[in-house]
């Protein structure tokens, strides 16, 4: 009997370990900030501030590495202490970040 509560026990722990892997991902770190597109970092961080494109950066070139790295340049200049950046992309819109310092 004791087996097989263990086994059990076993088995619950193995999928609930596979049900958080899925919700777990390895992050890209760009020019030294960990990027996060998305998605919110799983750790606990405090807000910075928000960074906004002009609409001329959108406009002048609207591929996701050009606007990503026009947005992290923006932040380091305003939020140089910053770990990591929340991006939200926005179709016809401002694309912005949030500066994020881990706690």
């Known amino acids: 009997m004791k087996k097989i509560i263990f086994l059990l026990i076993v088995a619950l722990g193995a999928m609930s370990f596979q049900a958080m892997k899925q ?5 890209n770190r760009v020019q030294g900030y960990y990027i996060y597109t998305d998605c919110r970092p ?25 606007v990503r790295n026009a947005l992290i340049d923006k932040a ?23 500066a994020i310092k881990f706690k």
């Open 23 to 27: 919700n777990l991902a390895e992050v």
């Open 42 to 66: 799983a750790v606990e961080f405090d807000y910075l501030g928000e960074v906004k494109t002009s609409g001329v950066i959108s406009f002048r070139s609207p591929q996701y590495n050009d």
């Open 76 to 98: 380091r200049k305003q939020f140089p202490h910053a770990d990591g950046l929340i991006f939200t992309f926005v179709t016809g819109g401002a694309d912005r970040c949030e």
